[in-house]
């Protein structure tokens, strides 16, 4: 049981513009914009650290319209992003928050992330100042400081070895859900593995989805009605699937015969939207 007390840290999370972001991840989801994605992770990111009991506020600091709006609905202040990179952004945030205040520096890519990892990274912190590695252990997750005492971040390639050179104590605990940062398409399904927030959650299923009722999916005719439009479709597998009045009239057809072999086009939902002839683009 955490008590009130414990509550005491400001959390200041960075976050790029959504258009710049992440561009390791671009096209990681097909059919998913790549801004959709970088604001998912920041979004389930915020979200964790909101739920962790010892968080008593947080300061998103951004330059993006959509990132600011998200933070502010998730109740997170916002301090526009000074320019000059990641480092300066932290500086930003930490002078913000004020020096009566214990700051943790965290990244906004760690969709998996779990109050409980974070919290208890931040108790091991025993009022020193110390950071977290990220998963591969050459990068940094978290870099938390006691009231008082400067921040100093050095994050960016190396950042691990740096911080600990700057005297910064690298917190030993396992904490899998905090040091999965997501940079690399690899490292998302890898999150996904972990168990990912909802947002993000949502564009996997959604790609999931797109995947299984993709453009691939063939059946034939089962029933056909003329006067409107509709029918139902026997899939390969033997299930049958309804297709609406728009679904047909997408396909540029005349008509439908019954048994006839057709391509289904489902969105996300499983809904129909166009049946078309195997043979057409
Ligand atoms: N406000 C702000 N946030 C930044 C800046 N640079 C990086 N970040 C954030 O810092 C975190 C870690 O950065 P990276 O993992 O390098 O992310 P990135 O720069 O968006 O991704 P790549 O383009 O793939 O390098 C992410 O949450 C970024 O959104 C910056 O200049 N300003
Ligand atoms: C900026 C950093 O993140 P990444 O390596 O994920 O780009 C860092 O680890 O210091």
């Known amino acids: 049981m955490v008590g009130v007390s414990e509550a005491r840290w400001t959390v200041v999370m960075p976050v790029k513009r959504l258009p710049a972001a992440k561009s390791r991840?671009?096209?990681?989801?097909?059919?998913?914009?790549?801004?959709?994605?970088?604001?998912?992770?920041?979004?389930?990111?915020?979200?964790?650290?909101?739920?962790?009991?010892?968080?008593?506020?947080?300061?998103?600091?951004?330059?993006?319209?959509?990132?600011?709006?998200?933070?502010?609905?998730?109740?997170?202040?916002v301090a526009a992003d000074p320019g000059g990179g990641l480092n300066a952004a932290f500086r930003h945030g930490a002078a913000v928050a004020g020096s009566r205040s214990a700051v943790a520096?965290?990244?906004?890519?760690?969709?998996?992330?779990?109050?409980?990892?974070?919290?208890?990274?931040?108790?091991?912190t025993q009022g020193v100042r110390g950071f977290v590695a990220d998963a591969p252990g050459g990068g940094t997750v978290l870099l938390a400081a006691p009231a008082g005492a400067p921040l100093a971040p050095q994050f960016g390639p190396g950042s691990a070895a740096a911080h600990a050179a700057s005297g910064a104590l690298p917190l030993a605990g396992e904490w899998p859900s905090l040091r999965r940062d997501v940079d690399t398409p690899a490292d998302l399904a890898d999150a996904a593995g972990l168990g990912v927030g909802p947002r993000t959650a949502a564009l996997l299923a959604r790609v999931a989805?797109?995947?299984?009722y993709g453009a691939g999916m063939q059946g034939t005719v089962a029933t056909y009605d003329a006067s409107t439009r509709s029918g139902?479709?026997?899939?390969?597998?033997?299930?049958?699937?309804?297709?609406?009045?728009?679904?047909?009239?997408?396909?540029?057809?005349?008509?439908?015969?019954?048994?006839?072999?057709?391509?289904?086009?489902?969105?996300?939902?499983?809904?129909?939207?166009?049946?078309?002839?195997?043979?057409?683009?």
Do not use: K, N, W, Y
């Open 25 to 77: 991840l671009r096209g990681a989801l097909p059919g998913v914009p790549h801004e959709e994605l970088a604001l998912a992770l920041a979004a389930d990111t915020l979200r964790a650290v909101r739920a962790c009991p010892a968080v008593a506020g947080v300061l998103v600091v951004t330059d993006d319209p959509r990132v600011a709006a998200a933070a502010g609905a998730a109740g997170a202040r």
């Open 105 to 124: 520096g965290l990244t906004a890519d760690l969709p998996a992330l779990r109050p409980a990892d974070l919290a208890a990274a931040l108790r091991a």
């Open 209 to 212: 989805g797109a995947v299984r």
């Open 232 to 281: 139902v479709l026997l899939l390969d597998d033997g299930t049958e699937l309804a297709f609406p009045a728009r679904a047909f009239d997408a396909s540029g057809l005349r008509l439908l015969r019954l048994g006839q072999r057709v391509r289904i086009e489902r969105d996300a939902d499983g809904e129909v939207v166009r049946v078309t002839l195997p043979t057409m683009a």
